[in-house]
């Protein structure tokens, strides 16, 4: 099945720096690639996502790249925002298994 | 309205008993998940099934079963609670190629 390993596992950041979250997968099928966002006490809610035709995606702050050949992906966060504070999973989606397969998760935290 | 909802919030009880958690959905999703978070926050899969397969983690002890009554629900039996089963299990779903929607979570204390 798909393993999917995410660096790294805490990450502390000034507020108004940026963050990179980064995760690697193994299943050359795998074509989504959702980053989801858990606050403590509540469920993982997606801020973005990529599919693999796509090199890179941006929403505001936020944005994804996926590199297909070396079956990695990343999350970049700037301007940080003591909001951000939070554990932050990728996933990745294959279409073998129908099963979506997150990451060990990355625990970020924005000092004021 | 709440697009995937699971029942109970909270559960307590003692090894050895048998419980269920329910799941509902309202958004016509055709796949649906069950995910264990333990204390380290890892998000493990569990099961997936759609109205065709149902696809288990071999890791998963054969005392958790799924039941489908339609495509909207996907519950989930326990048998013989340990005290390692103690987590918080989160049921989603997802339209295929698209995002997949949490429930709330139920914490399982078992005690």
């Known amino acids: 099945g798909e393993n999917v390993e995410q660096h790294p596992s805490t990450l502390s950041v000034q507020e108004g720096d940026s963050a990179v979250i980064k995760c690697t997968y193994s299943?050359?099928?795998?074509?989504?690639f959702p980053w989801y966002k858990q606050e403590l006490g509540k469920r993982p809610q997606l801020i973005i996502d990529i599919r693999s035709n796509v090199g890179e995606k941006k929403d505001q702050r936020i944005a994804v790249t996926l590199n297909k050949t070396a079956k990695h992906f990343s999350l970049h966060i700037t301007e940080t925002q003591p909001e951000d504070s939070a554990v932050y999973f990728c996933?990745?989606?294959?279409?073998?298994?129908?099963?979506?397969?997150f990451g060990g998760g990355t625990r970020l935290m924005v000092k004021p | 309205d709440t697009a995937v909802s699971q029942t109970p919030k909270y559960l307590v009880t003692q090894m050895g008993n048998d419980k269920s958690i329910k799941c509902e959905q309202n958004?016509?999703?055709?796949?649906m998940y069950w995910y264990k978070q333990d204390s380290k926050k890892f998000l493990k899969i569990m099961f997936s099934y759609n109205n065709k397969e149902l696809i288990i983690n071999e890791t998963v002890p054969n005392r958790f079963s799924p039941k489908s009554p339609d495509k909207a629900h996907l519950n989930l039996h326990i048998n013989s609670l340990e005290l390692g089963d103690s987590a918080v299990y989160f049921c989603a779903s997802r339209r295929t190629g698209t995002e997949a929607f949490f429930g709330q979570g139920t914490r399982l204390t078992v005690v």
């Open positions: 996933a990745s989606y294959g279409n073998a298994g129908n099963m979506l397969t």
């Open positions: 958004l016509g999703h055709d796949t």
């Open positions: 299943d050359s099928a795998s074509n989504y």
